[in-house]
């Protein structure tokens, strides 16, 4: 299985501030990286395909880059309504896996 | 658009059977190249993907559950279902079944929670 490293597992910022999440896989999974975020209580939401694409709906301040294992997520301007847990997940192969999470707090 | 919806028993007693439905609305489950996949998330923890399966009836499973794994469809009723047999307090999660699109879950129902417990 490919594993999945987030980093970090928790942060605070404050409202305004650029906020980046990074995600290492095991092994080179080019560019089959999606992320999500989750409010407490609520399922997953997928912001992110493909490693670089905005799914529809979702804000431009969403922003996701990386090839092979390194991978970044961002948020260029935190707001109070992006409190969650953010993931990562490959979709290199079977099975698919999940990072730990990086929970994001103002 | 498409919704799911998730149900079953909150509440299976060890050794025995987790049988849950997902309930397909706003469009046809057979409709698209889609895969269906069912996920689970143990209370505070990360998500664990349990396997998936498309219209045709085809699956797979996660290695680390595929013992105890069953999935099937029913096209006709716009539903899928999960069977996870010999649960242990380990499996107790809230469990989601989805949409997976090329790779991605873009499509998630609300969740359910299931506790293992006598």
Not at chain 1, 72 to 78: A, E, G, K
Not at chain 1, 83 to 99: D, E, I, R
């Amino acid at each position: 299985d490919i594993q999945m490293t987030q980093s970090p597992s928790s942060l605070s910022a404050s409202v305004g501030d650029r906020v980046t999440i990074s995600c290492q896989a095991s092994q080179d999974i080019t560019n089959y990286l999606n992320w999500y975020q989750q409010k407490p209580g609520k399922a997953p939401k997928l912001l992110i395909y493909d490693a670089s694409n905005l799914e529809t709906g979702v804000p431009l301040r969403f922003s996701g880059s990386g090839s092979g294992t390194d991978f970044t997520f961002s948020i260029s301007s935190l707001q109070p309504e992006d409190v969650a847990t953010y993931y990562c997940q490959h979709s290199a192969n079977l099975p698919l896996t999940f990072g730990g999470g990086t929970k994001v707090e103002i | 658009q498409v919704q799911l919806q998730e149900s079953g028993p909150g509440l299976v007693k060890p050794s025995q059977t987790l049988s849950l439905t997902c309930t397909v609305s706003g469009g046809s489950i057979s409709s698209g190249s889609y895969y269906w996949s069912w996920i689970r998330q143990p209370a505070g923890k990360g998500l664990e993907w349990i396997g998936r399966i498309d219209t045709s009836g085809s699956t797979n499973y996660n290695p680390s559950l595929k013992s105890r794994v069953t999935m099937s469809v029913d096209t006709s009723k716009n539903e899928l279902s999960l069977k996870l047999s010999s649960v242990t307090a380990a499996d107790t999660a809230v469990y989601y079944c989805a949409r997976e699109n090329r790779g991605a879950i873009d499509i998630w129902g609300q969740g359910t929670m299931v506790t293992v417990s006598s």
